[in-house]
C-alpha cells in the first residue's frame, strides 16, 4: 500500500512497516535592499510554485526595517526573520540556519528564480547518506541591454552565474554555487555556519563564504560528499550595473581579497585547489579561442581576451593584497573574520 504522500510501505512477516519519513526542506531566501523588491517577490512566487512543497519559506532581512515591514504584509504564508548577526550575506545566512526546521536547507538568492523540479531535483540525491550537499547551475538573465559580447563565459562567476570550467554532468565538486545550493541540517550542527569575516556585505562585491563553509566541511567529513548537478537551474538577473567593465574590475578584485581570506581560514592548498586548475587549463584555453574568433574576423574576439588576462591579473593583485594584510587584524575591504558558530553572540560582544 503507498501512504498519503506517495510513499511505499513494505510488507516484512505479514505486518506493513511505515514507509520513510520524506525529507522535509527549508528555503532560505536573504535579501537586503527595498530596490530589489520585484526580484524578492519573484524569488519567493518561484519557491511557492515547487513540485515538491517547501516545508517552510523563510525571509531572511538585512538590517532594514522598512523592507522586513513590506514583507511581512506581502508574504503571510512567508517566515520573515531580521538578521540578528553583524550586517552581511552570512549573518543573514546564519539566523536563517538557525530558525530552519527543514532536514534539508536550501538557499536562494533573492534576485534568482528556481526551476519548478528544483526541490524534488535536489532530495533525489540525499538518498544517499554520504552526500551532504547538493546545488545546481544559475543562468544568467541579462537586463538592461544584452549580454556584453567582451565579457568571457569562464568569467561569468563575476556575475554570480555558472561559467565555462565547471562540469557539465552530475559530479561531486569542492564548492557550490552560492545562489542555488543546499544542505543537510545537520552539516551546520558539525561545522557551524558561514564566517562573517568574508562574503558579501550590501554591494561590496566580495564572496566566497560558501567556499569556505563547503571547504570546512570537507575537512570535518572527509567521505563527505557535495553534488553539483548542472540541470537543476535557477534563473539569476543580472543588474545592469553588472554589465559594466568597472564592475568587472571591481569584482576580479575583490574575488582576489575573499580568496585571501579563505585561505587564510582554511589554508592555501584547500583554499586554492580549484582555482589552480581553473587558471591553469580553463583560462588558457578560453584566451586561445578568443584569438581564434578574432583571427576570424570577429572583434569582440580581442574584448574577451583582454578580460581574461585583466581579470586574472586583476584577482590575482587581489589575492597578493589580501595576503600582505594577513599580519593585519583585518585584510583590505573586509570586515574582521568572526566566529562560525551558529548560537548568536551576546550583543555586547558584536
Not at 1 to 10: N, W
Not at 47 to 70: C, G, K, Y
Not at 115 to 130: E, N
Not at 219 to 248: C, K, N, W
Request: hydrophobic content about 40%; charged content about 20%; some cysteine.
Amino acid at each position: 500500500m503507498r501512504t498519503a504522500l506517495g510513499y511505499q510501505d513494505v510488507e516484512i512477516a505479514g505486518s506493513f512497516v511505515p514507509a520513510a519519513r520524506p525529507l522535509s526542506v527549508s528555503v532560505i531566501i536573504c535579501c537586503y535592499t527595498i530596490e530589489r523588491w520585484s526580484d524578492v517577490v519573484r524569488a519567493v512566487a518561484s519557491v511557492r510554485l515547487q513540485t515538491l512543497p517547501a516545508a517552510e519559506i523563510i525571509l531572511v532581512v538585512d538590517h532594514n526595517e522598512r523592507l522586513a515591514t513590506s514583507a511581512r504584509g506581502a508574504f503571510p504564508d512567508v517566515r520573515v526573520l531580521e538578521n540578528d548577526e553583524t550586517r552581511g550575506l552570512s549573518g543573514a545566512r546564519n539566523t536563517g540556519v538557525r530558525a530552519a526546521g527543514g532536514d534539508i536547507v536550501a538557499f536562494l538568492d533573492d534576485d534568482a528564480a528556481a526551476a519548478p523540479h528544483w526541490l524534488a531535483s535536489f532530495i533525489a540525491h540525499y538518498d544517499d547518506p554520504r552526500v551532504q550537499g547538493v546545488g545546481g547551475s544559475a543562468t544568467p538573465i541579462w537586463t538592461g541591454g544584452p549580454r556584453p559580447r567582451w565579457l568571457p563565459a569562464e568569467f561569468d562567476w563575476v556575475v554570480g552565474c555558472t561559467y565555462v570550467g565547471q562540469p557539465t554532468e552530475v559530479a561531486p565538486v569542492r564548492n557550490l554555487v552560492g545562489c542555488n545550493m543546499s544542505f543537510r541540517r545537520e552539516v551546520f550542527d558539525l561545522v557551524g555556519g558561514f564566517s562573517a569575516g568574508i562574503g558579501r556585505i550590501g554591494k561590496r562585491p566580495l564572496g566566497g563564504e560558501e567556499t569556505e563553509l563547503c571547504i570546512r566541511l570537507g575537512q570535518a567529513m572527509p567521505g563527505a560528499t557535495i553534488l553539483y548537478y548542472p540541470a537543476v537551474t535557477v534563473e539569476h538577473r543580472v543588474s545592469p550595473d553588472r554589465r559594466r567593465f568597472r564592475y568587472f574590475r571591481s569584482r576580479c578584485y575583490s574575488e582576489g581579497l575573499s580568496k585571501a581570506a579563505v585561505s587564510r581560514l582554511v589554508g592555501a592548498d584547500s583554499g586554492l585547489a580549484t582555482e589552480r586548475s581553473y587558471v591553469s587549463s580553463v583560462l588558457p584555453r578560453g584566451f586561445l579561442l578568443a584569438l581564434l574568433h578574432l583571427t576570424l574576423l570577429r572583434p569582440a574576439g580581442a574584448g574577451r581576451a583582454f578580460a581574461i588576462v585583466f581579470g586574472l591579473a586583476a584577482t590575482s593583485f587581489g589575492y597578493a593584497r589580501g595576503m600582505v594584510g594577513l599580519g593585519r587584524r583585518t585584510f583590505p575591504g573586509s570586515a574582521p573574520a568572526a566566529s562560525t558558530s551558529l548560537i548568536p553572540a551576546p550583543v555586547g560582544d558584536r
